[in-house]
């Protein structure tokens, strides 16, 4: 397990960091709390933090909240505040902010190691729950939830002036996949095609169904040929035994991130360019910019009623 260990003497630091690795596990040490919060913010491998209650720049109590805040719902922190005070209510502020647990300073070392394995043991069993809380089973994407708080962060980021484009697409004629294949098949078609989409550098979710997004951090060109690229990809992938085997394709459509825009605009954008790929014959790419979208919303409605007939054929 890798741990943080925040103190501000670096007499203290030596013989901490001894007694952790002398129980098996990785240390990083700092006398600066921001500068501590700053590494396990850049190193999502970091599991479990022991501060002091006063580093340099930040109280311990502090550190504990942002740690805590930090780590969210989507990351397994163990934090831990470590003081020679045998202050009641110190323990009960650490807690209230955010630790996990309160050791006394200096901790005795069985019942160091002990509390780092009870940590390890929490930690390891927090990521089995979160991973099973935002993966989908199937094609272990994002599932939907997931990729909507991925992608409300990353609308934050383009708020401020981040590019952020969005890649929506589905799998053309799915429903005569399944029906001429079975389900078996259909399955393995949507999980090699999530395995594709997995490999490209941005944020890909499965929304549902045979329909998965991208969200990439750039603009309309580049999120155009990541599409290109997978739209090829997905074209080489063979399914079922070698004297039947069959290939797929998708229908891509592009947006980009405009000012003042929402995630579900873009996401529409998207969807709108989407159904319009399937319409203009499916196995193409089409940006949102590129024609003209409805604008009423209960045309859009219609629209999208009519998309989810079209790529059920």
């Given at each position: 397990m890798r741990i943080v260990l925040v103190d501000p003497s670096r007499a203290v630091q030596r013989a901490m960091t001894r007694l952790i690795e002398e129980g098996g596990h990785?240390?990083?040490?700092?006398?600066?709390?921001?500068?501590?919060?700053?590494?396990?913010?850049?190193?999502?491998?970091?599991?479990?933090?022991?501060?002091?209650?006063?580093?340099?720049?930040?109280?311990?109590?502090?550190?504990?909240?942002?740690?805590?805040?930090?780590?969210?719902?989507?990351?397994?922190?163990h934090v831990m505040l470590m003081s020679s005070s045998d202050d009641y209510y110190l323990a009960v502020t650490a807690l209230d902010n955010g630790a996990d647990d309160f050791i006394h300073k200096p901790p005795n070392p069985d019942e160091l190691r002990a509390r780092l394995r009870l940590a390890d043991r929490v930690t390891a069993m927090k990521q089995q729950l979160i991973f099973h809380a935002t993966t989908d089973s199937l094609t272990g994407l994002l599932n939907r939830r997931a990729f909507f708080d991925v992608a409300a962060e990353m609308c934050d980021a383009a708020t401020a002036g981040a590019s952020l484009s969005a890649v929506m697409f589905d799998v053309d004629h799915?429903?005569?996949?399944?029906?001429?294949?079975?389900?078996?098949?259909?399955?393995?078609?949507?999980?090699?095609?999530?395995?594709?989409?997995?490999?490209?550098?941005?944020?890909?979710?499965?929304?549902?169904?045979?329909?998965?997004?991208?969200?990439?951090?750039?603009?309309?060109?580049?999120?155009?040929?990541?599409?290109?690229?997978?739209?090829?990809?997905?074209?080489?992938?063979?399914?079922?035994?070698?004297?039947?085997?069959?290939?797929?394709?998708?229908?891509?459509?592009?947006?980009?991130?405009?000012?003042?825009?929402?995630?579900?605009?873009?996401?529409?954008?998207?969807?709108?360019?989407?159904?319009?790929?399937k319409k203009s014959g499916r196995d193409r790419i089409v940006a949102s910019d590129t024609f003209k979208l409805t604008t009423s919303h209960d045309e859009w409605r219609g629209a999208a009623r009519l998309g989810k007939r079209a790529r059920a054929t």
């Open positions: 990785e240390v990083a040490s700092f006398a600066d709390g921001t500068e501590a919060l700053a590494f396990i913010t850049q190193d999502p491998t970091v599991r479990a933090m022991i501060t002091s209650t006063q580093p340099v720049n930040i109280s311990g109590i502090e550190l504990c909240a942002a740690v805590r805040k930090l780590s969210g719902s989507r990351r397994a922190l799915f429903k005569r996949i399944n029906d001429t294949h079975g389900h078996e098949i259909g399955d393995q078609v949507l999980a090699a095609v999530g395995a594709e989409a997995k490999l490209i550098d941005g944020k890909a979710g499965r929304l549902g169904g045979e329909e998965f997004c991208v969200l990439l951090p750039s603009e309309t060109a580049d999120a155009l040929e990541c599409a290109s690229a997978l739209q090829q990809t997905v074209r080489a992938l063979r399914f079922g035994r070698d004297d039947k085997a069959f290939a797929v394709t998708c229908s891509f459509g592009v947006a980009e991130w405009e000012a003042d825009d929402a995630i579900d605009r873009m996401l529409r954008r998207a969807d709108m360019a989407m159904y319009e790929a």
